[in-house]
């Protein structure tokens, strides 16, 4: 047995593959792990929605939790879940966590890897985190464009067959890695268009069985604070009247290859408050169109945060037209154009069903 305090015990489960059992242990059933984002689904110990419960397999473990959102916010982690499971306290918690990983308890540390020269740091970071914001807009780093002459300036044939078309290609800027086999995206900022950095995708087939990322984005990337697409696309997003918001970078180069410059994506399937007022401020319809794979509660989430401020909708794929994890955007161009024919808009019958589910 060994001592361990709260951070490196969150670190301990992620590394040793302890998440799936930790949730096991707490009661939570349909438990689902997903490679491709890296997070796991599962139902409530005292529900039957499999997705009901997020939990992020990283260091901080984070845990959204969208049947149950008034005992869960920003902050809450693998051991808020505990808490809510096993109605008990957070060192109750703590304790239970020690003895299903046989570890051994000897009080709580608050033990912290940030260093505070200015005591009122700490409470900014906190008030930040819990917010979901993590830079000051006023201090982006931009890079510098030079970065870009590592890599060739090339469509890869993978992206190709896809059905990215040359021009599209140009447009954003995609080159290749031959060293590291990866398709390189720049990612630039939405207003002034200057290098943010990079999303590199591996070429590999089997890379989860290689060990190997799928994807690499520069670490200083302010993800919370862009939204890719829309510095290219802001001219026919203004003049076509509303913006399509999908997940990854790749869906918006599709849809620009079929002349449909319309569309920006959040690089993840979480939208941050900074996000939402850079949308707000288009002044134009907002269509979310999320992967399949996606539950309605986290659709339903991001389109309350727009509703009674701008015309709000979503695609939701009824008809089993996508595959699994599909994008609306890695459909055919008419099947496409069905499912925003036939979207659904998030009124106010909409927004009691998302009530509903809190």
């Not at 001592?3 to 969150?10: F, R, V």
């Not at 059992?21 to 005292?46: A, D, R």
């Not at 808490?83 to 540390?109: D, P, R, T, V, W």
């Not at 990854?248 to 900074?274: F, M, P, Q, W, Y």
Request: net charge neutral; aromatic share 12%; hydrophobic share 35%.
């Amino acid at each position: 047995m060994i001592e361990i305090d709260t951070i490196s015990l969150k670190k301990y489960i992620v590394e040793n593959n302890k998440i799936e059992f930790v949730l096991q242990e707490i009661g939570c059933h349909n438990i689902k792990y997903h490679p491709l984002k890296n997070y796991y689904t599962c139902s409530n110990y005292n529900g039957d929605n499999p997705t009901a419960i997020n939990v992020f397999n990283d260091d901080y473990i984070k845990v959204v939790n969208w049947t149950r959102s008034k005992n869960f916010d920003k902050a809450s982690d693998i051991i808020t879940l505990i808490e809510y499971n096993k109605n008990c306290s957070f060192i109750e918690a703590l304790k239970f966590l020690h003895k299903i990983l046989e570890l051994e308890y000897n009080g709580y540390s608050k033990k912290s890897e940030i260093k505070v020269k200015n005591p009122c740091e700490l409470f900014k970071r906190i008030k930040d985190s819990v917010r979901g914001k993590g830079f000051d807009v006023n201090e982006i780093n931009y890079l510098d464009e030079d970065l870009l002459d590592d890599f060739v300036p090339l469509l890869h044939i993978n992206w190709f067959k896809e059905g990215v078309m040359p021009w599209s290609a140009d447009k954003f800027g995609l080159s290749y890695s031959y060293k590291r086999k990866r398709i390189i995206v720049p990612l630039r900022h939405w207003m002034t268009g200057k290098l943010l950095g990079t999303n590199m995708r591996t070429v590999i087939p089997d890379y989860a069985e290689l060990g190997i990322k799928k994807f690499l984005i520069t670490p200083s990337y302010p993800k919370s604070l862009n939204l890719f697409g829309l510095y290219e696309n802001y001219k026919s997003i203004q003049e076509a009247g509303y913006v399509v918001i999908f997940e990854s970078e790749k869906s918006v180069i599709k849809r620009d290859s079929l002349n449909d410059s319309t569309c920006v994506a959040l690089s993840g399937h979480t939208i941050s408050e900074e996000q939402v007022r850079i949308l707000i401020g288009l002044n134009v319809d907002i269509v979310v169109a999320l992967d399949k794979d996606i539950p309605i509660e986290e659709v339903r989430d991001i389109c309350n945060k727009f509703y009674g401020v701008r015309n709000v909708y979503y695609i939701w794929d009824k008809w089993n037209l996508l595959r699994e994890k599909d994008s609306p955007a890695d459909a055919l161009n008419k099947i496409y154009q069905f499912l925003m024919k036939y979207k659904i808009k998030f009124d106010d019958k909409e927004h009691k069903e998302y009530l509903k589910g809190l």
